[in-house]
């Protein structure tokens, strides 16, 4: 189980004569086992969140730690999956999902066998040997969804996993990774565009607006989860509500928002 703690973090790009202040004095607190997701308009770094928290990339300013741990660098402990499935094309499902437990101390038929019964936890038992240009958009999300959980990561990030796939396979995949983390509760931090995501998936959703954290708001619900239930309507129209607010104050301010601190 893992506790991550962005303190206070700032992180800066140059874009050609310009500077972007993509995050700024952020502070976000992930307890144990909980599923967070970062909701919040194009550009205003969410992404730049997740890449921190993998190691991809340092702050300017700020600490990021996993269990009091400073984040320097990539590494087994955190997994990311990614918008487009990032698999071997020359692979198949099974070699794929493998691939990762090459550094372990497993004997090479322990790590297919690792990988097969992780494929099967995502409903892939029966495509093995599929390569990924024989596999749907879904099918490659989730090779890639197993490929992060057969390394037992301490952290789990997903990086708007699902915005290409259309509504009835990002539902079923929805249901899957709710499945999953019941199972595990693997800390989860989940980047979305979508509030009904946001809502289906997340034990508390962070919104952002441009250079950080503008609400940070828990999910009183249980799972699985209805979206079609009133309470589920109500609080998506709230927090409709608040991310068009944001956006206002942003723009009469000017400025950047202060980033909510917490804890
Ligand atoms: N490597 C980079 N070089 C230059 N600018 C960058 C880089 N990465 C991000 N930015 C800028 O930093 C800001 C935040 O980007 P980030 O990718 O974190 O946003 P995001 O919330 O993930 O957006 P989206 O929803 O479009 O994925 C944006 O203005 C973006 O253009
Ligand atoms: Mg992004």
């Given amino acids: ?7 206070n973090v700032s992180k800066h790009y140059v874009q050609g004569d ?12 992930i307890e144990s086992g909980e599923f967070v997701s970062l909701l919040g308009p194009s550009g205003t ?17 700020g ?10 660098k990539p590494g087994p402990d955190r997994a990311v999956v990614f918008q487009a499935p990032t698999l071997f094309p020359w692979q198949n499902a099974l070699d794929n999902v493998a691939q990762g437990l090459r550094a372990s101390q497993l004997t090479r038929s322990e790590r297919r066998a690792r990988a097969a019964e992780q494929l099967g936890e995502v ?6 040997d599929r390569l990924p240009h024989q596999m749907s958009g879904g099918m490659q999300q989730r090779v890639g969804i197993a490929r992060a959980l057969v390394m037992e990561p301490k952290v789990l990030l997903m990086d708007e996993p699902f915005a290409a796939l259309d509504a009835y396979v990002r539902s079923e995949a929805q249901k899957l990774i709710v499945t999953l983390w019941l199972r ?13 995501e946001a809502l289906f998936l997340s034990t508390r959703i962070v919104i952002m607006a441009k250079g950080g954290i503008t ?3 828990a999910v009183p619900f249980e799972f699985p989860r ?38």
């Fill in 226 to 263: 209805d979206p079609t239930d009133a309470e589920f309507n109500n609080l998506r129209r709230t927090i409709h509500d608040r991310i068009g607010a944001g956006v206002e104050t942003e723009r009469k301010a000017g400025t950047l928002p202060s980033a909510k601190l917490k804890n």
């Fill in 45 to 61: 770094g969410k992404t730049t969140f997740i890449g921190l928290l993998a190691g991809f990339e340092r702050p300017d300013q």
């Fill in 18 to 29: 310009r500077v972007v202040q993509a995050l700024l004095n952020c502070s976000l607190n």
């Fill in 184 to 196: 595990r509760r693997v800390t989860t931090l989940f980047v979305t565009h979508s509030i009904e």
């Fill in 63 to 72: 600490r990021v730690t996993v269990n009091g741990v400073e984040i320097v």
């Fill in 215 to 217: 609400q940070d708001i």
């Fill in 1 to 7: 189980m893992a506790h991550v703690n962005f303190n």
């Fill in 123 to 128: 409903g892939l038992g029966h495509a093995l």
